[in-house]
């Protein structure tokens, strides 16, 4: 069964600054890996979605990565901004052929100007 | 031109009721699903129809019914209501499933009174 899980659960920067975001899986037959952003009161924003094949995806300041054999993906924002105050949630497959994702419960982002 | 739209955006009602959430997408996707998101932020697949075909049926009581009459709709019915439905419930679509990014609404807070 797949579990995901995200830490830090909460994360409070000064604008400027780099940082890197974690999610764990359990079973690594996955076919991809995805980043959302959840804004208050949102839904969620897909922002990266990782192939298996791929170890890496960049999408402007942020880069996400993969590494199916540790079970980690991580999310890595560069010059952090005000306007990334958010929840990051990421989502993987539940594995054996379904078609369900399962999410972390994701980490809550302070940027500070 | 909302990708993904919901309605109601909140829905207040006393337990016992019957109530519906509408969901529509205008990105031609063939895949649509539900989520439940509870007090806690924990995000949670209930359902997924591809092409007006049921995909994913979670364990969920047989009170919460969905119904896609086209691809581009996909509907929440929920019978008798009971306290511990009070939950955000997202809508969201793909194109070709989970391998490709979804696109969410900006969710429908029902609160039961």
């Known amino acids: 069964k797949q579990e995901v899980t995200q830490i830090p659960a909460a994360l409070s920067v000064p604008e400027g600054e780099n940082l890197v975001l974690n999610c764990s899986f359990t079973d690594s037959a996955i076919y991809n890996l995805q980043w959302f952003r959840q804004d208050p009161g949102k839904g969620l924003t897909s922002l990266l979605l990782?192939?298996?094949?791929?170890r890496e995806q960049t999408s402007g300041r942020l880069n996400a990565s993969l590494d199916k054999s540790s079970g980690r993906s991580t999310l890595y924002i560069a010059a952090s901004q005000p306007g990334d105050s958010a929840t990051y949630l990421c989502a993987a497959p539940a594995g054996g052929g379904s078609e369900k994702l399962v999410f972390g419960k994701g980490t809550k982002l302070t940027v500070n100007p | 031109d909302t990708a993904v739209s919901q309605t109601p955006k909140y829905l207040v009602t006393q337990m016992g009721n019957d109530k519906s959430i509408k969901c529509e997408q205008n990105?031609?996707?063939?895949?649509m699903y539900w989520y439940k998101q509870d007090s806690k932020k924990f995000l949670k697949i209930m359902f997924s129809y591809n092409n007006k075909e049921l995909i994913i049926n979670e364990t969920v009581p047989n009170r919460f019914s969905p119904k896609s009459p086209d691809k581009a709709h996909l509907n929440l019915h929920i019978n008798s209501l009971e306290l511990g439905d009070s939950a955000v419930y997202f809508c969201?679509?793909?194109?070709?499933?989970?391998?490709?990014?979804?696109?969410f609404g900006d969710g429908t807070r029902l609160s039961i009174l």
């Open positions: 990105l031609g996707h063939d895949t």
């Open positions: 969201a679509s793909s194109q070709g499933g989970w391998v490709q990014p979804q696109h």
């Open positions: 990782i192939q298996s094949s791929q």
